[in-house]
Nanobody
Framework: QVQLVESGGGLVQAGGSLRLSCAAS????????VGWFRQAPGKEREFVAGVSWNAGSTNYTDSVKGRFTISRDNAKNTVYLQMNSLKPEDSAVYYC?????????????????WGQGTQVTVSS
């Protein structure tokens, strides 16, 4: 019943910025925690950032702390990932996911709904 659509990916040079958006449909989305995950070719999917239902809590993987910021606007059913100081190792397909629980989790198996992904490519 919840559909997620990511947008905002693209090609940027190292040191540049991108803002990803995750637009959701569903009347109960505002009660769900949302996470961003990424997967590069030949690598496992990894947790990037998460935000609780009311944005009271956020969580980031160590490699993006200080560079990425997750936020949400429940009135618009949208979650954002602001990515600054991008590095080539940030290149991946980025996915947003909804958990159906209000608290943040870091394992992909704990999320029920997934978007189709958006490609982020960072050149040297």
């Amino acid at each position: 019943q919840v559909q997620l659509v990511e947008s905002g990916g693209g090609l940027v040079q190292a040191g540049g910025s991108l803002r990803l958006s995750c637009a959701a449909s569903g009347r109960t989305f505002s009660f769900y925690a949302v996470g961003w995950f990424r997967q590069a070719p030949g690598k496992e999917r990894e947790f990037v950032a998460g935000v609780s239902w009311n944005a009271g809590s956020t969580n980031y993987t160590d490699s993006v702390k200080g560079r990425f910021t997750i936020s949400r606007d429940n009135a618009k059913n949208t979650v954002y990932l602001q990515m600054n100081s991008l590095k080539p190792e940030d290149s991946a397909v980025y996915y947003c996911a909804a958990r159906t629980w209000p608290n943040v989790a870091t394992m992909s198996a704990q999320y029920f709904y997934w978007g189709q992904g958006t490609q982020v490519t960072v050149s040297s």
